[in-house]
C-alpha cells in the first residue's frame, strides 16, 4: 500500500490541505504502508521555493513523516514521454481556438440549450489546416480525447460514484508553452511511483473520472486505485472555509499557540462517528477508518479546537510545554495556569502577572477594603495555605463573605475576572508585588 499527499506550494498549507495530509498519513501508518509527500511544482509561475520549505517544515511540526518525497519539476522527462505516449494513439489532439473563440462557442451552446462542453472541433482539422495555422504563428495546446463511457469505482468514502465522460469537456493536458498540467502529471506519478490508494478533496470527484480514463489510456489496469474522497469543510455557519483559510493556515494556528497534538487529533476525526480526543499520532493511527467519514461537508468550528487545545495543554507535562514558556518560568508556574489556558500564547500575560509589571484596574469603591486586606497581608514565606489563611483574616475583620471577600483580591492582584487558583498564584507573586498592586489598586 503506498498513499500519497500532493500540494503545490504556492501558499501556505491550511487546514484544508492539513485534514488530506494527516488522512493520507494515518491510514498509511494504520496499515504499513509507505507515505510519499510530491511536490506539485510544474506551476512555474506561481510555485515558491519558500513555500516548500514552510511545507516540509508544518508538516514536521504537526508530527507527520514521509517515507519519500520528490518534486514534479524533476520527473518532466516522464511527462513528455507519456505525452507522445497519447499522441501516438491518438488520445492527445491539438487544439488552435484562443480564449476569445472558446468562450464565444460556450455562449453559441448555452443560447442553444446545451451543455457548455467543448465541441471537439479540433478533431475534424485536416493536416493541411494544422499546417496552416502553424504557418500562421498559431501554436497548439493539447487536449485529451475522453471515451464516451461512464466511470465508476466504490469510494471508500462517498460510496458507489460514477461521472459520465461525455458530459466533459476533453481535458486539456499541455499548454501551448509546453508545459504539462497536473491532471496528466499526477496519474504519471501515481501509476510509475506504486501509488495504490488516492486520498483526497471531494472537489477532485470529476477529475478522479477523467484520471482512470487517462490511466488506462497510459496502460493502466482497470481498479488500479482505491480512492477516498474527503467532504469539504465548511465555516461554523455553514459557509465556505475556503474564504477564510490565509486566516487558518497552520503557520498561522502556530503562532496563535495552538498545540499540534490539538490540530491532528481533531481534523483526524473531524466529520466522522469518532468524537475528537486529544491523542497522539500512533494511537490515532490505531483506529483510523477513512470509511468513518461522514459523506455531509464537515464544519470546521474554531471553539470545538481550542476546547481540545484546552484539554491537551490540562494534561502536557512541565517537560513537554517548557521549550515554548516565557523565559524564566518555572514548572510551579506551569502547574498553577495550565489549567486555565487555551494557548501557549496566552502565557506570557500570565507569566508577567505572577513575575512581571501589570497594572490593575483602580476599584474606587473597594478602596478602603483593599487596604484593609494589605494590612492584613501575611509575612513571608508563603505557600499554598496563605491564601487562605489571608482571606479567612480579612473576611473575620471585615464581615465580609463569599465573592465580595475574594473577587476584589483577585482583581486587584491578577486585573482578571477569572483564572488559575490563587492559592497557586499568590506565593508565586511575592509578598512586595501584591502589596504594591493592592495599592494601586486602591487609589
Known sequence: MKLRFAPSPTGLIHVGNARQAIANALYARRHGGTFQLRIDDTDRER???????????????????????????????????AIETLKASGRLYPCFESEQELASKREARIRMRKPPIYDRAMLRMTAEQRAQAEANGKVPYWRFRLSDRTVAWDDMVMGRSQVKLQSISDPVLVRADGTVLYTLASVVDDMETGVTHVLRGEDHLTNTGVQIDIAEALGGKVGQFAFAHLPLLLDEAGGKLSKRFDGLSIRALRQDGIDPVAIVSYLARLGSADDPAPLSFDDLAASYDVRRVSRSAARFDMRQLLALNRRVMHQMPFGAIRDRL?????????????????????????WDVVGGVIVP???????????????????????????????????????????????????????????????????????????????????
Open 326 to 350: 516565557p523565559e524564566g518560568a518555572t514548572e510551579a508556574f506551569w502547574m498553577a495556569v495550565r489549567g486555565n489556558v487555551d494557548m501557549v500564547s496566552e502565557l506570557r500575560h500570565w
Open 47 to 81: 510555485s515558491r521555493d519558500e513555500y516548500v520549505d514552510a511545507l516540509h517544515t508544518d508538516l514536521a511540526w504537526l508530527g507527520i513523516t514521509w517515507d519519500e518525497t520528490f518534486r514534479q519539476s524533476d520527473r518532466l522527462d516522464r511527462y513528455a514521454a
Open 361 to 443: 484596574p483602580v476599584q474606587d469603591d473597594e478602596g478602603a477594603y483593599l487596604l484593609q486586606a494589605l494590612a492584613l497581608l501575611p509575612p513571608e514565606p508563603w505557600d499554598a495555605q496563605t491564601w487562605k489563611d489571608w482571606t479567612t483574616a480579612v473576611r473575620d475583620a471585615t464581615g465580609r463573605s463569599g465573592k465580595s471577600v475574594f473577587h476584589p483580591l483577585r482583581v486587584a492582584l491578577t486585573g482578571e475576572e477569572k483564572g488559575p487558583e490563587m492559592r497557586d498564584l499568590l506565593p508565586l507573586m511575592g509578598h512586595d508585588r501584591v502589596a504594591e498592586r493592592l495599592r494601586i489598586a486602591a487609589r
